[in-house]
């Protein structure tokens, strides 16, 4: 995102993004509770390193963020269509196949993950635009943006259903991004979750914040019938929904200034491609392999901790690579790395 990174912050980010690809391998209550926070986390994380609106103008900020953002989201989908387009030419698809995934993807309404891509393009870009006509006066900033997160749950509640781009999840998670920038910038709050501190507050901050995130997670899940899910614009009960995932998210943050792993701050430094690609890719085609050689296919919790974990590997070791790849060519900064 930035030239300065802050090592504690790629940590965070690497912690989400293992948290994404275990979220994505269907593991029961595993991936219910995951998905309470982590697509929130990004958002927030996001925020935390958002300039200010006074140091760029919006022309200026709104290039860069398509430059981060837009341009690798079509990168990043064309390799996608790219896989799936060898899936229908292989399965004897027809041509309206292809049309229609083209279709989906250039509206991109929920479509693959990097939905997220263009989610957090249009989040920024409201959030910036909310910044810089009520900057200052920064309560205002934080109650208009609370209304415009209001509004994507009155549209979700009226099931007004999706927009292009992404712009209904947009509403919503421009105030994650508020909420990261708000946290990177109070001294007391930050110090109190991220500051130096014992071993027994610190453990004692986490079980809090995972006690109240599980709880409210599942309440929201008795009361609403299902739970959040961001990436296709499913909030649950709203307010539990967010008491849940800044649960989850401060959970998180707690936790990483004490993880000392040049993993996790190596996967928080390479999101792009491992994010866009692990699911669509990967994953799907594990998925067939194993259906096709008759692998993990018997019901169970057991089946499904080893279908995740073999999954995980294959994701890492292909991967890794690839993004090592993909950093050494002219046109590296195309795909976000």
């Not at 309404?109 to 957090?120: D, G, K, S």
């Not at 393009?121 to 997160?149: E, G, P, R, T």
């Not at 707690?254 to 040049?262: D, F, G, I, K, W």
């Amino acid at each position: 995102m930035g030239g300065n990174r802050i090592g504690w912050v790629d940590v965070a980010r690497g912690i989400g993004l293992m948290f994404v690809f275990v979220g994505h391998m269907g593991v029961s209550y595993v991936s219910a509770w995951i998905y309470t926070f982590h697509m929130p986390l990004f958002f927030f994380l996001s925020g935390m390193l958002y300039p200010g609106c006074e140091k760029y103008s919006f022309t200026q900020f709104a290039w860069r963020r398509f430059k981060g953002l837009v341009i690798p989201y079509f990168t990043l989908g064309a390799v996608i269509g790219l896989f799936y387009c060898c899936l229908f030419a292989y399965y004897n698809q027809p041509a309206s196949a292809y049309i229609n995934m083209l279709r989906d993807f250039l509206v991109q309404e929920h479509y693959w993950t990097v939905w997220f891509l263009t989610a957090l393009f249009l989040s920024q870009i409201i959030y910036y635009c909310i910044d810089k006509l009520l900057h200052k006066w920064s309560h205002a900033v934080s109650f208009a943006s609370l209304l415009v997160c209001v509004f994507g749950f009155l549209r979700y509640r009226l099931g007004w259903g999706s927009l292009p781009w992404n712009l209904d999840v947009a509403f919503v998670a421009q105030f994650f991004f508020h909420l990261g920038y708000r946290f990177m910038h109070n001294e007391h709050v930050k110090a109190f979750f991220i500051g130096p501190m014992s071993s027994i507050k610190r453990c004692g901050i986490l079980v809090s914040c995972l006690m109240v995130n599980a709880v409210a997670g599942k309440l929201s899940i008795v009361f609403s019938g299902h739970s959040l899910d961001m990436s296709i614009g499913m909030y649950g009960n709203e307010a539990l929904t967010l008491i849940s995932a800044l649960a989850g998210i401060l959970m998180v943050l707690t936790l990483a200034p004490v993880v000392h792993s040049r993993f996790f701050t190596y996967l928080g430094q390479n999101t792009m491609i491992l994010f866009s690609w692990h699911s669509r890719i990967i994953i799907v085609f594990c998925t067939m392999v194993f259906a096709h050689y008759g692998i993990f296919q018997s019901p169970g919790i057991s089946t499904e901790l080893m279908q995740a974990s073999v999954m995980l590997v294959v994701i890492l070791v292909v991967l890794i690579p690839v993004n090592e790849f993909v950093k050494r060519l002219p046109c590296h900064k195309a795909f976000g790395v």
